[in-house]
Structure formats: structure tokens, C-alpha cells
């Protein structure tokens, strides 16, 4: 079974571009988390989409969004870059997001903001 | 809220030697516990879980944790270290019901001496 899959794996990128992520979740698990991971601030949660809907935000500003396609396939946008946005981004599936699943994740994509 | 404290930051220990890796959680209800382990570059790579039962769970590349209620603890022990287990650990609270998000601790990084 393959596993969570984020493309692509490093982005470089300059202050006020914008950025599309892209994670393929594990077959048949339907929910989809983003996680932002820095030294500073460690594992924060982004966002987390079931069924094309998002169900759950952390607290990040609205240039951090994201959807979910029918395929369960999850993208997550971020507008106008700041340096503060480097990072590596972490995509996890998991069945429902709900259940005593553990959630699976993908390697990440690394982004530099220069 | 829930809320995962792991109160060594860096751990150093001889090759051979065992190892107990600390976690403290803060949970209202039965907590889904996990430990997760990260190499450099990689994604977080699951090696236990607990959700109820008995209390001494085993996991991957022999580490085994010990669930106690009492001490509101989940330390993770593997009794001979290996130099390929030197990496960050993370202990995490499973999402219950907060859809999608796991609440994970700021992680013990483990260096292995030869």
C-alpha cells in the first residue's frame, strides 16, 4: 500500500509569491491534516479536510488555506510569502480523522522563503 | 485542552545502552496516545499506539511504551539502542474530538554515541 505522498518535496520561494502543496493520502483514508513544522514553534496544526470539507482550522492567518478534492487528494495554498513561512509542511492521512486511527504522514515539502 | 509535554529536549546515550524517553500528557477522557520517531528530511514515522487495553504496548523496531493513568505518563523504553535510532521523537495525543488534529510534545532528540 503506497503511503502519503507530497509533491513537491522542496520549493524556494520569495517573499509575496504564493505556494500550492500537494499531498495524496493513503487509499481509502478520507481525512487530510496540515501540519507546519519549524524549530522554533514545532508540530502546529493547520487545517484538516474530510469529504471536500474543511472540518477543523488551527490558528493561522487566512493566507493559509487549503481544499480537498473528491479523490481525497488535499492541496493547501499560502498567499503573499513571508519569510516567517519557512518551514517544512506536513501532510497526514488518516480513515476519518475521528477514530483510534493513528495518522500517517508524508516526508513534507520543505520551503524557503528568500 | 489538550496539551503533550516531553521534558527532555535532547537525550545522549551510549550504543547498547537502554533508553526511556519521557511524555506527559493533559487529557479530559481516555487519551489515544502515540510516539512517532523523524529523521533528518523525513516525514514522522509511527512507532506505537495506545488506545485502551493493556497498558505495555509494543511497537516497531523494539520499542515498547507504558501507559499510566496515574502519572498521566506514555514514556516510550527500548532496551538495547541502536546507532540508526539516533533521531527526534515526538509523543502525541490522537485526535478524539478535534477533527483531524493530533496535539503533539516538542520532541527529545536521541543522539547514539559508538
Known amino acids: 500500500k503506497a503511503g502519503v505522498t507530497q509533491t513537491p518535496r522542496y520549493l524556494i520561494k520569495t517573499r509575496g509569491q504564493q505556494v500550492t502543496l500537494s499531498c495524496s493520502p493513503i487509499?481509502?483514508?478520507?481525512?487530510v491534516s496540515w501540519y507546519q513544522q519549524t524549530p522554533g514553534q514545532g508540530l502546529q496544526f493547520l487545517f484538516e479536510?474530510?469529504?471536500?470539507?474543511?472540518?477543523n482550522k488551527g490558528n493561522f492567518p487566512g493566507r493559509f488555506s487549503g481544499r480537498q478534492f473528491s479523490n481525497s487528494r488535499s492541496e493547501m495554498n499560502v498567499s503573499t510569502l513571508e519569510l516567517g513561512d519557512s518551514a517544512l509542511y506536513l501532510c497526514?492521512?488518516?480513515?476519518?480523522?475521528?477514530?483510534?486511527?493513528?495518522?500517517?504522514f508524508g516526508d513534507g515539502t520543505r520551503l524557503s522563503i528568500l | 485542552a489538550q496539551s503533550v509535554t516531553q521534558p527532555d529536549i535532547h537525550i545522549t546515550v551510549s550504543e547498547g545502552a537502554s533508553l526511556e524517553l519521557r511524555c506527559n500528557y493533559s487529557?479530559?477522557?481516555?487519551?489515544?496516545l502515540f510516539w512517532y520517531v523523524q529523521s533528518p528530511g523525513q516525514g514522522l514515522q509511527l512507532l506505537l499506539k495506545?488506545?485502551?487495553?493493556?497498558?505495555l504496548v509494543q511497537g516497531i523496531k523494539g520499542f515498547e511504551a507504558e501507559f499510566k493513568r496515574s502519572q498521566s505518563s506514555f514514556n516510550l523504553r527500548k532496551p538495547s539502542v541502536h546507532w540508526s535510532d539516533a533521531a527526534e521523537y515526538f509523543c502525541?495525543?490522537?485526535?478524539?474530538?478535534?477533527?483531524?488534529?493530533?496535539?503533539f510534545g516538542d520532541g527529545t532528540t536521541l543522539t547514539v554515541k559508538p
Open positions: 497526514a492521512s488518516s480513515l476519518d480523522g475521528f477514530s483510534n486511527q493513528p495518522q500517517h
Open positions: 487509499s481509502g483514508h478520507r481525512s
Open positions: 479536510y474530510f469529504s471536500e470539507t474543511q472540518r
Open positions: 487529557y479530559g477522557a481516555t487519551p489515544y
Open positions: 495506545y488506545f485502551s487495553g493493556d497498558t
Open positions: 502525541a495525543v490522537g485526535a478524539n474530538t478535534n477533527a483531524g488534529k493530533s496535539t
